[in-house]
């Protein structure tokens, strides 16, 4: 059977997904998702301390800066694991341990010939393109092309929902001090969702925005899709947003259609539960046509 340490926490959700999560032999410390995950043991640290949304911003931008690691890989931890596979990505080098990162630390490590998948989508269909290759390193092609038709079959149900829906403009937030939208795939779930995102484009990287840009856009509704934030945590970020002199005039501010979201366990994961955040979306967006209970634990109105 294959060792793997996957050290990004879509991939081990979608090992798990495939029925594979008994070849998981490591994780990255991200990796908390099912909850059998966070049995395995521990192969990455953060290189720098937890803040507000504004600290970490700034700790991440000077480390970038500088050419320095978010994250350290322990070397030692991998060598104990013996892996044939190793699961990373070099899509965003805030989001988890890169590829250039994890193979400066297998360098040091002599003697073993270890495979690498690297993942790096940036749309919807990326990531079920990744479910097949993260299947065919495993040996279970089978289990994901059925995966994969099972996601493709549920985004679709949902379009079906939303269709013909009016369709409200959108500004989903990555980050909210500094403002940054959210890019990659966001837009296109937002529009199987029945929106029309504004401020970040399908399949590029998300941009950093400011005040005026947000007042300019003005958007029907204002979603906050922190980027490694759960629910408690994005609703306890929001002061710097509540209390800028521009918020109370946002239309959707006035019309009370501001809501955060569970950024870490939905929208920020390049997974399965991808399609668990066009429900969400769905859900706010047109309540009266889609319910799928997430409100109170996927999401919930400020």
Known sequence: MTRVV????????????????????????????????????????????????????????????????????????????APDLVLTQDQCRVCAVHLSDLEAALREWTGASVEIVSLSPA???????????????????????????????????????????????????EWVDPLMAAGNWIPELVAVAGGRALLAS???????????????????????????????????????LLAHPDWPALRAVRAGRVFVTDGNAYFNRSGPRLVESIEILAEILHPDRCDFGHEGSGFTRV
């Open 6 to 81: 996957s050290l990004l926490p879509s991939a081990t959700e979608i090992v798990f997904a495939l029925g594979c999560g008994d070849q998981l032999v490591g994780r990255s410390h991200e990796c908390d998702y099912p909850e059998a995950a966070r049995a395995l043991p521990v192969c990455t640290r953060a290189s720098f301390p937890d803040g507000t949304s504004r600290e970490i911003d700034d700790q991440v931008t000077s480390r970038v800066q500088q050419g320095l690691s978010l994250y350290d890989v322990d070397l030692e931890q991998l060598r104990t694991l």
């Open 123 to 173: 749309v919807l269909g990326d990531v079920l393109r990744d479910i097949g290759r993260v299947g065919a390193a495993l040996g279970a092609s089978t289990a994901a092309q059925a995966l994969v038709t099972r996601l493709t079959e549920r985004v679709s149900e949902i379009g079906e929902k939303t269709g013909d829906a009016k369709r409200p403009s959108v500004v989903c937030l």
């Open 202 to 240: 399908t399949g590029n990287h998300s941009p950093a925005i400011d005040w005026p840009a947000l007042r300019a856009a003005d958007p029907d509704f204002l979603i906050v899709t922190a980027c490694g934030f759960d629910l408690s945590r994005s609703q306890s970020e929001m002061g710097p």
